[in-house]
């Protein structure tokens, strides 16, 4: 069982930066894939990126590819989600969520992460 708990977002203007956490619960962090999805109002959930469990990989979307990096530190059990030149269509809350490694299946679908925070609301005006 993971636990996984989200912070940092808040109101931000449009070319700001943001770094959001996710604080996860038990001795095997490295064990877990982890992974950024976010919702809009009226929205689907959709893939932001992912991280390895030994952070050597990452993946992101198309809309965020160059703006947002991911990282780790399994030490601390902490994923991070480096948001830069923000734009006020990544307005949403973003959720992390974690997958056991080798897990089958896409990085980029909800239904293939087994654990989720409460998630964190990220505002960014014009």
């Known amino acids: 069982q993971v636990q996984l708990v989200e912070s940092g977002g808040k109101l931000v203007q449009a070319g700001g930066s943001l770094r959001l956490s996710c604080a996860a619960s038990g001795r095997t962090f490295s064990s877990y894939d982890m992974g950024w999805f976010r919702q809009a109002p009226g929205k689907e959930r959709e893939f932001v990126g992912a991280?390895?469990?030994?952070?050597?990989?990452?993946y992101y979307a198309d809309s965020v590819k160059g703006r947002f990096t991911s990282s780790r530190d399994n030490a601390k059990n902490t994923v991070y989600l480096q948001m830069n030149s923000l734009k006020p269509e990544d307005t949403a809350v973003y959720y992390c969520a974690a997958r056991p490694l080798y897990s089958s299946g896409s990085w980029y679908y909800t239904n293939n992460y087994d654990y989720w925070g409460q998630g964190t609301q990220v505002t960014v005006s014009s």
């Open positions: 991280i390895s469990g030994s952070g050597g990989h990452t």
